[in-house]
């Protein structure tokens, strides 16, 4: 499975991004994908996930603000990412499993090399 992320960037406090990751090599209705980030100094945490059922999962800290969507024709996991604050500064992942215990809990499967989000105040 390749995954190759896209979209990321510069914005000051309020703005929004759109992150967007391409799948390829794997039955795409078959995997669970997530949104994953880490920020300097901290672990890397779940920001958002989706799968098959259509069921979406969020942190606490993005819902209301984020959404994650799935485009099925064109095979890509996207994040729309509003009302961005500066402590959502992280380089985000896409990543993807069959399993989504694996993924979400375990943080394991297949994964994007990371896209920088920057937010200033």
């Known amino acids: 499975v390749q995954l190759v992320e896209s979209g990321g960037g510069s914005v000051q406090a309020g703005g929004s991004l759109r992150l967007s990751c391409a799948v390829s090599?794997?039955?795409?209705?078959?995997?669970?994908l997530a949104w994953f980030r880490q920020a300097p100094g901290k672990e890397r945490e779940g920001v958002a996930s989706?799968?098959?059922?259509?069921?979406?999962k969020y942190v606490e800290a993005v819902k209301g603000r984020f959404t994650i969507s799935l485009d099925h024709a064109k095979n890509t996991l996207d994040l729309q990412m509003n009302d961005l604050k500066p402590e959502d500064t992280a380089i985000y992942y896409c990543?993807?499993?069959?399993?989504?215990?694996?993924?979400?809990?375990?943080?394991?499967?297949?994964w994007g090399q990371g896209t920088q989000v920057t937010v200033s105040s």
């Open positions: 990543a993807a499993d069959p399993s989504p215990v694996r993924l979400w809990v375990s943080h394991l499967g297949y």
């Open positions: 090599g794997y039955v795409f209705s078959s995997l669970c």
């Open positions: 989706t799968g098959m059922t259509g069921l979406t």
